[in-house]
């Protein structure tokens, strides 16, 4: 059983604004994860989805060669998205598969902390500033995006 569905998007920069005048995040080249929890997530999965993140192989370099955020380094963004956990039935989504929000919550945090943890380990992403940026859980966020491409992936773990 699956764990957690991510979307990866491939951006030149983008813009998370945390509510309607409130904060801001941004990143340049880089990342963005889309990331929602499935009922059957462990701790042990939390690892796997963190790993996963980090070194997933989309990002161009200069010789057109893909590279993980880890290795390219470029910046990375988090973005809790609830929905993904949704399945049409009929005309409605239904989220029967989705975990409990309190749960869902403590799991993007530490999902974010291991993120963070697994790229600090790296002295090729910590030598060239790269950053981690997150979005909040549980809240409305408005997200830009600079692409140089539809390269969009989704992907279940």
């Given at each position: 059983m699956s764990s957690a569905k991510i979307v990866f998007q491939c951006c030149m920069s983008a813009k998370l604004l945390v509510e309607e005048g409130g904060s801001e995040t941004t990143i340049n080249k880089g990342l963005i994860a889309y990331v929602a929890f499935l009922k059957d997530c462990s701790d042990e999965a939390l690892h796997k989805i963190a790993e996963t993140i980090c070194t997933v192989r989309l990002i161009s370099d200069s010789n057109d060669r893909l590279r993980s955020v880890i290795?390219?380094?470029?910046?990375?963004?988090?973005?809790?998205?609830?929905?993904?956990?949704?399945?049409l039935k009929g005309k409605c989504f239904q989220y029967h598969t989705a975990v409990?929000?309190?749960?869902a919550e403590s799991l993007y945090s530490r999902l974010v902390k291991s993120c963070d943890t697994f790229l600090r380990s790296s002295a090729t992403w910590?030598?060239?500033?790269?950053?981690?940026?997150?979005?909040?859980?549980g809240i409305r966020q408005?997200?830009?995006?600079?692409?140089?491409?539809?390269f969009t992936h989704v992907v279940e773990l």
């Open positions: 290795d390219s380094p470029c910046d990375l963004l988090i973005v809790p998205q609830f929905c993904l956990s949704g399945k409990p929000k309190v749960a910590l030598s060239k500033s790269c950053k981690l940026s997150y979005g909040t859980f408005i997200l830009s995006i600079e692409t140089n491409g539809p």
